[in-house]
């Protein structure tokens, strides 16, 4: 079992942004020795039941997902990607994300989120993670750190450790599932966490940080040995049941350039292929939102030395289609 990073991934890691990290720990208390932190629903919630995009995944001009028996309802981006047909592979992404709480009714879902996507021969492997409101999977409207991943084996895809064979937890307090008590103010204090997703050069293995901490991973058995194909940074809504109302996103306004006001994610990199951390490049990605009308987003770009490559994104929902 994987304890800690190794030292050339913490030294990749040694920039992130420790504040953030302070304001998450704030609070909370360690498990006993020898114990980690688990979230499990209340409910009788499985790995694929409403829960999880059961997907192949099939790329034109626009993302599409074919679902297969089970699926969420009326998915929708407002993302920036790195281009199809590319022959580079990536070793990981991270952001600051803006902490907020858009109002999500049930059986809706909001997340601000970052995909690190593998696709061969119409088989997509995935591991995602960010902050998201999900009130069929947590049963309440409360923002929290919430991952995501699906691999060739397993293709019903599995939300944070409730599936065996997948996410392991490591950290005694900070865990996939908790809750982010302190939440931006529009026009106000605003509240960030810093998240990454990024291959151990030793162990291969997917590790999941917040600034330097070590939260837990994904063993290299569960993910894609070569690498990431596409990286995909910004915000994802939909529902779980068909023919509802598509949830706010971000803070439910349409982004602008203030960042006090609208849901950002800035300080955006990505680890290349030789396990350096760097900038997005502006001239890999472009911006992508299947409905204008109910959702946006901005690249700004490189904004300044504190906020870098910078987007804001974000709209009302409502009734946005399929």
């Given at each position: 079992?994987?304890?800690?990073?190794?030292?050339?991934?913490?030294?990749?890691?040694?920039?992130?942004?420790?504040?953030?990290?302070?304001?998450?720990?704030?609070?909370?208390?360690?498990?006993?020795?020898?114990?980690?932190?688990?979230?499990?629903?209340?409910?009788?919630?499985?790995?694929?039941?409403?829960?999880?995009?059961?997907?192949?995944?099939?790329?034109?001009?626009?993302?599409?997902?074919?679902?297969?028996?089970?699926?969420?309802?009326?998915?929708?981006?407002?993302?920036?990607?790195?281009?199809?047909?590319?022959?580079?592979?990536?070793?990981?992404?991270?952001?600051?994300?803006?902490?907020?709480?858009?109002?999500?009714?049930?059986?809706?879902?909001?997340?601000?989120?970052?995909?690190?996507?593998?696709?061969?021969?119409?088989?997509?492997?995935?591991?995602?993670?960010?902050?998201?409101?999900?009130?069929?999977?947590?049963?309440?409207?409360?923002?929290?750190?919430?991952?995501?991943?699906?691999?060739?084996?397993?293709?019903?895809?599995c939300y944070n450790?409730?599936?065996?064979?997948?996410?392991?937890?490591?950290?005694?307090?900070?865990?996939?599932?908790?809750?982010?008590?302190?939440?931006?103010?529009?026009?106000?204090?605003?509240?960030?966490?810093?998240?990454?997703?990024?291959?151990?050069?030793?162990?291969?293995?997917?590790?999941?940080?917040?600034?330097?901490?070590?939260?837990?991973?994904w063993p290299r058995?569960?993910?894609?040995?070569?690498?990431?194909?596409?990286?995909?940074?910004?915000?994802?809504?939909?529902?779980?049941?068909?023919d509802t109302p598509?949830?706010?996103?971000?803070?439910?306004?349409?982004?602008?350039?203030?960042?006090?006001?609208?849901?950002?994610?800035?300080?955006?990199?990505?680890?290349?292929?030789?396990?350096?951390?760097?900038?997005?490049?502006?001239?890999?990605?472009?911006?992508?939102?299947?409905?204008?009308?109910?959702?946006?987003?901005?690249?700004?770009?490189?904004?300044?030395?504190?906020?870098?490559?910078?987007?804001?994104?974000?709209?009302?929902?409502?009734?946005?289609?399929?």
């Amino acid at each position: 079992m994987m304890t800690r990073l190794s030292r050339e991934l913490s030294l990749m890691l040694s920039t992130n942004d420790e504040t953030t990290l302070e304001v998450v720990l704030e609070g909370l208390e360690e498990c006993p020795q020898g114990q980690v932190p688990i979230h499990k629903p209340r409910t009788n919630l499985t790995n694929n039941k409403h829960t999880s995009y059961s997907t192949t995944f099939q790329r034109s001009k626009k993302p599409h997902y074919t679902p297969n028996i089970d699926r969420e309802y009326n998915e929708h981006f407002a993302i920036i990607r790195t281009f199809e047909n590319t022959t580079k592979k990536w070793r990981g992404a991270q952001a600051l994300f803006n902490i907020n709480k858009p109002q999500v009714a049930q059986d809706q879902y909001s997340k601000a989120w970052i995909w690190l996507n593998y696709i061969q021969m119409n088989v997509r492997s995935s591991i995602e993670f960010g902050v998201a409101v999900h009130t069929k999977l947590y049963e309440d409207d409360r923002p929290r750190l919430t991952t995501f991943w699906m691999s060739e084996n397993q293709q019903d895809g599995c939300y944070n450790a409730l599936c065996p064979e997948g996410y392991i937890q490591v950290h005694k307090s900070i865990y996939p599932g908790m809750v982010y008590d302190q939440i931006s103010v529009p026009g106000g204090e605003q509240q960030a966490v810093h998240l990454s997703v990024a291959e151990d050069t030793v162990t291969k293995n997917w590790v999941l940080t917040i600034g330097t901490e070590m939260i837990g991973y994904w063993p290299r058995q569960t993910y894609m040995a070569e690498g990431a194909s596409e990286v995909y940074f910004g915000g994802f809504a939909g529902t779980t049941l068909p023919d509802t109302p598509s949830p706010p996103m971000g803070t439910g306004d349409f982004p602008t350039k203030d960042l006090t006001r609208s849901c950002f994610m800035k300080q955006l990199k990505y680890v290349i292929s030789d396990y350096t951390i760097e900038d997005i490049n502006s001239n890999e990605v472009e911006s992508y939102v299947d409905n204008p009308k109910c959702y946006g987003v901005m690249y700004h770009k490189y904004v300044d030395s504190d906020s870098r490559e910078t987007l804001t994104f974000g709209g009302p929902g409502g009734q946005c289609g399929k």
